[in-house]
Protein backbone atom coordinates (compact mmCIF):
# COMPACT_ATOMS: atom_id res chain seq x y z
CA UNK A 1 0.00 0.00 0.00
CA UNK A 2 0.97 3.46 -1.19
CA UNK A 3 2.29 5.55 1.97
CA UNK A 4 0.12 8.76 3.04
CA UNK A 5 3.08 10.85 1.81
CA UNK A 6 2.39 9.58 -1.55
CA UNK A 7 -1.04 9.32 -1.80
CA UNK A 8 -1.45 13.05 -0.41
CA UNK A 9 -0.17 13.77 -3.73
CA UNK A 10 -3.37 11.55 -5.20
CA UNK A 11 -4.21 14.19 -7.55
CA UNK A 12 -1.43 13.93 -9.86
CA UNK A 13 -0.74 10.44 -8.82
CA UNK A 14 -3.83 8.92 -10.06
CA UNK A 15 -4.78 8.96 -13.50
CA UNK A 16 -8.66 8.72 -13.17
CA UNK A 17 -11.93 10.03 -11.13
CA UNK A 18 -14.42 6.98 -11.72
CA UNK A 19 -17.65 7.59 -10.28
CA UNK A 20 -20.93 6.57 -9.71
CA UNK A 21 -24.16 7.48 -10.62
CA UNK A 22 -27.82 7.73 -8.72
CA UNK A 23 -26.50 5.71 -5.68
CA UNK A 24 -28.65 7.18 -2.94
CA UNK A 25 -32.39 6.06 -2.13
CA UNK A 26 -33.72 9.34 -0.87
CA UNK A 27 -32.04 10.88 -4.31
CA UNK A 28 -33.61 8.37 -6.77
CA UNK A 29 -37.09 8.55 -5.03
CA UNK A 30 -36.70 12.70 -5.11
CA UNK A 31 -35.44 12.69 -9.22
CA UNK A 32 -38.18 9.76 -9.49
CA UNK A 33 -35.64 7.59 -10.35
CA UNK A 34 -35.79 3.25 -10.33
CA UNK A 35 -33.33 2.23 -8.23
CA UNK A 36 -30.61 0.82 -10.57
CA UNK A 37 -30.02 -2.77 -10.68
CA UNK A 38 -26.09 -2.22 -11.19
CA UNK A 39 -24.22 0.64 -10.45
CA UNK A 40 -24.05 3.37 -13.19
CA UNK A 41 -20.45 4.60 -13.44
CA UNK A 42 -19.24 6.93 -15.56
CA UNK A 43 -15.60 9.15 -15.84
CA UNK A 44 -14.18 12.51 -14.67
CA UNK A 45 -10.57 13.33 -16.47
CA UNK A 46 -8.37 14.51 -13.83
CA UNK A 47 -7.85 18.02 -15.43
CA UNK A 48 -11.04 18.60 -13.70
CA UNK A 49 -9.47 18.77 -10.11
CA UNK A 50 -9.24 22.12 -8.24
CA UNK A 51 -8.56 22.76 -5.06
CA UNK A 52 -9.31 25.14 -2.09
CA UNK A 53 -8.20 28.49 -3.55
CA UNK A 54 -9.42 28.08 -6.91
CA UNK A 55 -13.01 28.87 -7.94
CA UNK A 56 -15.95 26.65 -9.46
CA UNK A 57 -16.32 28.04 -13.28
CA UNK A 58 -19.48 27.71 -14.84
CA UNK A 59 -18.67 26.53 -18.22
CA UNK A 60 -19.81 28.21 -21.64
CA UNK A 61 -23.36 28.30 -22.58
CA UNK A 62 -24.29 26.54 -19.09
CA UNK A 63 -27.62 27.65 -17.74
CA UNK A 64 -28.29 25.35 -14.77
CA UNK A 65 -25.40 24.11 -12.80
CA UNK A 66 -25.63 21.73 -10.11
CA UNK A 67 -23.72 20.62 -6.98
CA UNK A 68 -23.53 17.34 -5.65
CA UNK A 69 -21.28 16.20 -2.65
CA UNK A 70 -19.88 13.04 -2.01
CA UNK A 71 -17.93 11.02 -0.28
CA UNK A 72 -14.53 9.98 -2.48
CA UNK A 73 -12.49 6.61 -2.11
CA UNK A 74 -8.71 6.90 -2.76
CA UNK A 75 -6.90 3.59 -4.54
CA UNK A 76 -3.59 2.73 -2.58
CA UNK A 77 -2.52 0.64 -4.91
CA UNK A 78 -3.17 -1.46 -8.53
CA UNK A 79 -5.43 -3.40 -8.30
CA UNK A 80 -8.08 -5.37 -10.79
CA UNK A 81 -10.97 -7.93 -10.12
CA UNK A 82 -10.88 -7.52 -6.12
CA UNK A 83 -13.65 -9.52 -4.19
CA UNK A 84 -15.56 -7.17 -2.12
CA UNK A 85 -14.17 -8.61 1.28
CA UNK A 86 -11.12 -8.21 0.06
CA UNK A 87 -11.74 -4.30 -0.99
CA UNK A 88 -10.76 -2.56 2.53
CA UNK A 89 -6.92 -3.81 1.55
CA UNK A 90 -6.89 -1.67 -1.66
CA UNK A 91 -8.62 1.88 -0.37
CA UNK A 92 -5.56 4.09 0.87
CA UNK A 93 -7.55 7.14 2.02
CA UNK A 94 -10.75 9.34 1.08
CA UNK A 95 -11.60 12.94 0.26
CA UNK A 96 -14.75 15.27 -0.16
CA UNK A 97 -15.43 15.50 -3.68
CA UNK A 98 -17.95 17.95 -5.23
CA UNK A 99 -19.26 16.44 -8.33
CA UNK A 100 -20.39 19.58 -10.51
CA UNK A 101 -22.69 18.85 -13.07
CA UNK A 102 -23.98 21.19 -16.00
CA UNK A 103 -27.75 19.73 -15.54
CA UNK A 104 -29.22 21.15 -18.38
CA UNK A 105 -25.78 19.56 -20.94
CA UNK A 106 -26.91 16.30 -18.87
CA UNK A 107 -30.66 16.79 -19.59
CA UNK A 108 -30.13 17.24 -22.92
CA UNK A 109 -28.03 14.61 -23.26
CA UNK A 110 -29.76 11.58 -21.46
CA UNK A 111 -32.54 12.79 -23.84
CA UNK A 112 -30.83 12.01 -26.79
CA UNK A 113 -28.85 9.18 -25.66
CA UNK A 114 -25.73 10.70 -25.42
CA UNK A 115 -22.79 10.40 -22.88
CA UNK A 116 -22.44 12.80 -19.83
CA UNK A 117 -18.70 13.39 -20.74
CA UNK A 118 -19.28 17.46 -20.85
CA UNK A 119 -21.55 17.63 -18.29
CA UNK A 120 -19.86 15.93 -15.43
CA UNK A 121 -15.80 16.86 -16.89
CA UNK A 122 -15.74 20.30 -17.60
CA UNK A 123 -12.78 22.39 -16.27
CA UNK A 124 -12.99 23.24 -12.04
CA UNK A 125 -16.08 19.95 -12.51
CA UNK A 126 -14.06 18.60 -9.34
CA UNK A 127 -13.57 20.19 -6.75
CA UNK A 128 -11.65 18.30 -4.19
CA UNK A 129 -10.72 18.30 -0.11
CA UNK A 130 -7.02 17.32 0.77
CA UNK A 131 -6.28 13.82 1.14
CA UNK A 132 -7.82 12.60 4.60
CA UNK A 133 -5.59 9.46 6.22
CA UNK A 134 -7.65 5.69 6.43
CA UNK A 135 -7.95 5.59 10.24
CA UNK A 136 -9.68 9.16 10.41
CA UNK A 137 -12.83 7.95 8.69
CA UNK A 138 -13.89 4.82 11.19
CA UNK A 139 -16.93 3.36 9.74
CA UNK A 140 -17.28 4.47 5.63
CA UNK A 141 -21.18 2.58 6.22
CA UNK A 142 -22.49 5.69 8.08
CA UNK A 143 -20.95 8.59 8.19
CA UNK A 144 -22.37 12.02 7.65
CA UNK A 145 -22.10 14.37 4.52
CA UNK A 146 -23.16 17.57 4.14
CA UNK A 147 -23.05 20.81 1.79
CA UNK A 148 -24.51 24.38 2.03
CA UNK A 149 -25.02 27.11 -0.23
CA UNK A 150 -24.30 30.57 1.00
CA UNK A 151 -24.76 29.36 4.49
CA UNK A 152 -28.08 27.63 4.00
CA UNK A 153 -28.36 23.98 4.32
CA UNK A 154 -28.75 21.82 1.60
CA UNK A 155 -27.76 18.43 1.54
CA UNK A 156 -27.23 16.50 4.74
CA UNK A 157 -27.16 12.86 4.73
CA UNK A 158 -25.19 9.64 5.94
CA UNK A 159 -23.43 7.09 3.50
CA UNK A 160 -25.88 4.85 5.05
CA UNK A 161 -28.65 5.65 2.92
CA UNK A 162 -26.38 4.20 -0.32
CA UNK A 163 -27.43 1.41 -2.41
CA UNK A 164 -24.39 0.02 -3.09
CA UNK A 165 -22.01 0.32 -0.65
CA UNK A 166 -18.26 1.01 -1.00
CA UNK A 167 -17.08 -2.97 -1.21
CA UNK A 168 -19.88 -3.28 -4.06
CA UNK A 169 -18.77 -0.37 -5.91
CA UNK A 170 -14.89 -0.80 -6.15
CA UNK A 171 -15.56 -4.46 -6.60
CA UNK A 172 -17.58 -3.91 -9.62
CA UNK A 173 -15.67 -1.29 -10.87
CA UNK A 174 -12.21 -3.24 -10.62
CA UNK A 175 -14.11 -6.21 -12.65
CA UNK A 176 -13.55 -4.38 -15.98
CA UNK A 177 -11.13 -1.69 -14.94
CA UNK A 178 -8.10 -1.78 -13.29
CA UNK A 179 -7.60 0.43 -10.41
CA UNK A 180 -3.91 2.06 -9.87
CA UNK A 181 -2.56 3.85 -7.63
CA UNK A 182 -4.26 7.38 -6.49
CA UNK A 183 -7.53 7.22 -8.92
CA UNK A 184 -10.71 8.23 -6.87
CA UNK A 185 -13.79 6.80 -6.86
CA UNK A 186 -16.70 8.81 -5.97
CA UNK A 187 -19.99 7.19 -4.86
CA UNK A 188 -22.72 9.21 -5.48
CA UNK A 189 -24.81 12.19 -3.84
CA UNK A 190 -27.47 11.89 -1.41
CA UNK A 191 -30.86 13.68 -2.15
CA UNK A 192 -30.79 17.65 -2.55
CA UNK A 193 -28.86 18.05 -5.24
CA UNK A 194 -29.63 21.75 -6.75
CA UNK A 195 -28.43 24.99 -8.45
CA UNK A 196 -25.64 27.35 -8.26
CA UNK A 197 -25.49 31.17 -9.55
CA UNK A 198 -22.32 33.02 -9.88
CA UNK A 199 -21.20 34.63 -6.43
CA UNK A 200 -22.39 31.88 -4.37
CA UNK A 201 -20.50 30.13 -2.03
CA UNK A 202 -20.30 26.62 -1.78
CA UNK A 203 -19.06 24.64 1.59
CA UNK A 204 -19.64 20.93 2.33
CA UNK A 205 -18.48 18.60 4.76
CA UNK A 206 -17.37 15.24 5.85
CA UNK A 207 -18.63 14.78 9.37
CA UNK A 208 -16.14 16.68 12.02
CA UNK A 209 -13.20 15.27 9.63
CA UNK A 210 -13.25 17.85 6.53
CA UNK A 211 -14.72 21.21 5.79
CA UNK A 212 -14.26 22.51 1.96
CA UNK A 213 -15.10 25.92 0.34
CA UNK A 214 -15.24 27.07 -3.39
CA UNK A 215 -16.75 30.08 -4.71
CA UNK A 216 -18.73 30.34 -7.79
CA UNK A 217 -17.91 32.29 -10.72
CA UNK A 218 -19.16 32.86 -14.64
CA UNK A 219 -16.50 32.37 -17.15
C1 LIG B 1 -27.70 12.26 -12.33
C2 LIG B 1 -26.36 12.42 -11.75
O1 LIG B 1 -25.79 13.52 -11.84
C3 LIG B 1 -25.77 11.26 -11.14
C4 LIG B 1 -24.73 11.50 -10.13
O2 LIG B 1 -23.64 11.98 -10.43
C5 LIG B 1 -24.99 11.12 -8.73
O3 LIG B 1 -24.11 11.33 -7.90
O4 LIG B 1 -26.07 10.59 -8.43
MG1 LIG C 1 -22.49 12.52 -8.68
Known sequence: MASDDRL???RSLGKKIMAVGRNYRAL??????????KPIVFMKPTTSYITEGQSIKIPL????????????????RRCSKVQEQEVDDYIGGYCLVLDMTAQDFQRGAKAK?????LSKGFDTACPVSD??????????????LWLKVNGLIKQK???????????????????YITLEEGDVIITGSPAGAGPVEPGEIIEAGLADIMNIKFPVIAQ
Open 28 to 37: AAEQGNPIPE
Open 8 to 10: RNF
Open 113 to 117: GHPWC
Open 131 to 144: FIPKEKVKNYSDIE
Open 157 to 175: SSTSDMIFSFPQVISYISS
Open 61 to 76: GCKTLFFEVELGVIIG
